[in-house]
């Protein structure tokens, strides 16, 4: 069997390594496709039947297309329309934004789009680990509330609403010791008032929904939602045939049998280059080390790697990846998580 050879290069000391796929504005150049043979071997040694919505190529597919725009539209209106509104319509926008001036960042979004009213929304896939996640989610709202203003508007009458949802795979150090994994933050004065509406950031924390699958309302449409994103690759097509319409088209267009041979290459890739599942594992290991673990006990660090294991097996990867990002076998995992 062909099987694709992955090449790990020193993320510390060689700027060209491969960063987190999970699109950041300082993302690696792509990797060159595997050929047609390595993809469908690669297909078949790992039981490939369903893409991962959580991944880059499974996040265009499903929600950055015209064809699967009223998709998108339903997801916004699950998590967003109690501010924004119900949404009828949207545009999609150009992802890259530049800032003012030279010295200012290149902010590049995974989805950013506007409504029949003009309010714009974001959305962003975050996989891998990032320290610093709501300072970048507060940046990337204030780049599109400032394209939001209109030349002209001296009196900003017209400012539109920004709304950005962050569905991030991992725990936020900001949400710590709370079992919610929907967060909905406005700006508010020092009397806990809103001030304003106009800009709101939503969170999303798929490794806390995950954790309490087994006792959640799934009639709830958010809940619904975060079953899908994070399940569908071990959902059964009689399980699909009980849900809604619009989720019966999300778990079409992740059948990998509907691919052209030229998707099928991209996806393998896009699975490749799941280098996100290490940062994933610093944060796990960052988290037990402000739980009380320290570095080198051999038991704390078991603990924080079957943690892992288990996070990463309920997001969907299979089993052989997350023996190679944590380094325990694969029957370590199964009968120990």
Known sequence: MTKI??????????PQASQPYFYGPEAAPARALPSIEET??????????????????????????????????????TFISADSGVITDVTYLPTEVLGFSREDKLVRFDL??????GDRFIVEMQNGWQKNYANRAIVYAGRAAGQSVRRGDRLYEHVSGVYSLNIVAYNMPEFKGSEEYIWRVYLKDDRNKIFSRKN???????SKFAAQ????????????????????VHMSKREVETMTPVFQRIYEECQITNFT?????????????????REMLECEREMAEQAGYERGIQQGREET???TAKNLME???????????TGLSEEEIKQRT
């Not at 950013?112 to 009213?117: A, D, I, R, S, W």
């Not at 699958?213 to 569908?232: S, V």
Request: proline share 2%.
């Open 200 to 206: 709101v950031l939503y969170f999303v924390e798929l």
């Open 315 to 325: 997001l969907g990867i299979p089993l052989a990846d997350v023996a190679k990002a």
């Open 213 to 232: 699958l087994g006792r959640l309302d799934l009639c709830d449409e958010r809940n619904r939602w975060l079953y899908m994103l994070t399940q569908i």
């Open 112 to 117: 950013y789009c506007t409504n029949q009213n």
């Open 261 to 277: 041979d030229m998707d099928k290459q991209k996806y393998v890739r896009n699975v490749l280059e799941f280098d996100d599942v």
């Open 305 to 307: 790697l079957l943690r």
């Open 40 to 77: 469908e071997a690669y297909i078949r040694e790992h039981g490939l039947k369903v893409i991962n919505p959580l991944s880059d190529f499974g996040f265009k597919r499903l929600l950055a297309t015209e064809r699967n725009k009223d998709i998108l539209i339903h997801l916004l209106n």
């Open 5 to 14: 050879k992955r090449k790990h290069k020193n993320k510390r000391n060689d």
